[in-house]
């Protein structure tokens, strides 16, 4: 069902097409990032049950969505109840090992906050003319864009400054906790949404001397495949993956560890990133650590 959460794309429509006399549907997360994917996953699986989409947005998404009306979500949930299977991962692996979440907090240094610190007040400016534009679609983006040009500020200065003296200090910690790991006889998985940073973090385990897999989403297929295998038969310590990359589709239960290095906006996103290595065949607990720089747009 992941890959026809969008019901505009030709493979939705096409899908939504086939005759069949049983249909089923197979998902993780059937609802990721909003209501209209569940949406599409039930016009495949159960045809009209829930009217067109433009009368489900008016009816369920923007009232659950956008005022999170109580009675909206109560009458979507009796309306699916009959024809959806929800188990959790713990119901179905009683014996999974516990997962431990921790967060890091680092604490930039100087001339790294006041890089920060000049980039927010930039951004700050550019959101109020655009604002001052009286264009909300074009003001919307724009402060997007300034937000995401702060969270890459947050992972490391030279992201956005190449000219920035210094190795930030995000990198610095991660270094720090890659050879801890090591040392004490630990596989990771690195995931970050900034395949940029991702070449950072790369830099700096070579500078340690620390083997490690890479994977993105220019990775051919069976690249991939050979990548994982690799790192499950024990031949690289880490493995630095990008969100889109690892997603969804991999089994990483070497990893005992996961390390998140930048927050990301959809808690679902993470949550499928811990899962490649907290899942089915895993036997050790597993520990994830976030990263987060004190001071700026992460921590919020």
Known sequence: AQAIKNATTKRSQAVFELNADFRL????????????ELWSIMRFANPGLLGSLTRFNERFAMPIERDKDRDAQHTL?????????????????????????LV????????????YE????????????ALASNKAGQARMNILAQL???RRA???????????????????TFTSLAVE???NGHKALVFSQFVDFLTLLRQA??????????LDGATPAAERTRRVASFQAGNSELFLISLKAGGFGLNLTAADYVVITDPWWNPAAEDQAMGRAHRMGQLRPVTVYRLVTQGTVEEH
């Open 25 to 36: 549907a197979l998902s993780g997360t059937p609802v990721e990032n909003r209501l209209a």
């Open 77 to 101: 949930r009796r309306l699916i109840a009959p024809f959806l299977l929800r188990r959790t991962k713990v119901q179905v692996l009683q014996e999974l090992p516990p997962r431990t979440e």
């Open 104 to 115: 890091i907090k680092i604490a930039p240094g100087k001339e790294e906050a006041s890089h």
């Open 118 to 129: 000049a980039l927010r007040r930039a951004a700050i400016a550019e959101a109020d003319m």
């Open 148 to 150: 995401t040009r702060l």
């Open 154 to 172: 947050a992972c490391d200065p030279r992201i956005v400054t190449p000219a920035f003296p210094a190795v930030g200090s995000k990198v610095q």
């Open 181 to 183: 790991l090591v040392a």
């Open 205 to 214: 385990l070579d500078s340690v001397g620390i083997a490690y897999q890479y």
